[in-house]
């Protein structure tokens, strides 16, 4: 018997998509009696998208099998200190577009981006003007703002949570020996400002000695992030913020790894030359600091 093939240049025959297409409406079917409205949506759109990849790109056998071993390997190196797949997300762009769905321009209300996978749950507090480097190594930043709402009202009692890398590209989680570092919460006044001294931001390379730096490098793609400083806003009434401030005149803003930068976010960080006074009266001696300013605003919650 002569065998037809099932494809010329890559296209299916007729009878041939009807298989495939009579495998998907199988799965879809088997998601037809969920009671849960929301999960039949989300199970059943996903079965279609991850169908109709498979159909277009024409998957082999072989790159399936590659792509298992790609996502086990990317569980195995997930721990409680990294998080791969926040990576993998990042990486693709998945989390900038999560964010951009759940974060619907509202007026005035600042941008959001990434979440990154670095944050840690119950930083330490830190007074207005405090320092949240405690003992990270970098240069000084003097960073301050306000929070309001979308009408300018000022927001008091506003949760500022902060976290950052040092000038050695890396987060406290990264290290071995328990440190907390370059990361802490504080509270707005009465007036809705904020204060504090971090660490001016430094470029860094995202986690690559991975499955996820090993995609990377299999397709030209640098791991390296623009400088960035890390917010999580929160208030009563209000919209969650989660952000980044970015360092102006940075040659990574146009090639960020996770493609968080936003041109609102992107900041002007003033270096101040040794022995220049600072906000607060901190003796600095002779170090190099900087400062900047970030004015934040609030969407109303549900927004």
């Not at 296209?11 to 849960?36: G, H, K, N, Y």
């Not at 309001?148 to 949570?161: F, L, N």
């Not at 995609?215 to 793609?221: I, K, V």
């Amino acid at each position: 018997m002569t065998h037809t093939p099932a494809t010329t240049d890559g296209v299916p025959d007729d009878q041939q998509q009807d298989i495939e297409a009579e495998v998907t409406r199988q799965v879809l079917r088997s998601f037809a009696d969920c009671t849960d409205p929301r999960l039949r949506q989300v199970l059943q759109s996903l079965v279609q998208h991850l169908h109709a990849f498979v159909r277009d790109v024409r998957l082999t056998e072989r790159e399936w099998d590659l792509g298992i071993d790609f996502l086990t390997r990317t569980g195995h190196i997930t721990d409680d200190r990294r998080q791969e797949f926040i990576l993998l997300s990042d990486v693709l762009g998945l989390s900038m577009q999560t964010v951009a769905v759940n974060n619907e321009a509202y007026g005035r209300a600042t941008e959001a981006t990434v979440f990154g996978p670095f944050f840690v749950e119950d930083s330490p507090e830190i007074e207005p003007g405090g320092d949240m480097a405690f003992g990270a190594r970098g240069e000084p930043c003097w960073v301050e703002g306000t929070v309001t709402d979308t009408a300018g009202k000022p927001v008091p009692g506003a949760r500022v949570e902060v976290w950052e890398a040092d000038e050695d590209g890396f987060y406290d989680t990264q290290y071995d020996d328990e440190r907390t570092a370059a990361r802490a919460h504080l509270f707005t006044d009465t007036d809705g400002r904020y204060r504090f001294w971090g660490l001016t931001p430094t470029p860094y390379a995202i986690p690559h000695d991975g499955p996820v730096g090993q995609l990377l490098a299999a397709t030209g793609r640098s791991p390296m992030r623009a400088s960035h400083l890390h917010f999580m806003v929160s208030a009563p009434a209000l919209r969650t913020l989660v952000t980044h401030i970015f360092v102006r005149g940075d040659e990574l803003l146009d090639s960020d790894a996770v493609f968080g930068v936003k041109e609102s976010l992107v900041k002007d960080f003033h270096t101040q030359g040794p022995g220049s006074p600072t906000p607060d009266g901190r003796d600095l001696a002779d170090r190099v600091w900087s400062r900047v300013r970030f004015d934040i605003v609030l969407a109303p919650d549900g927004t």
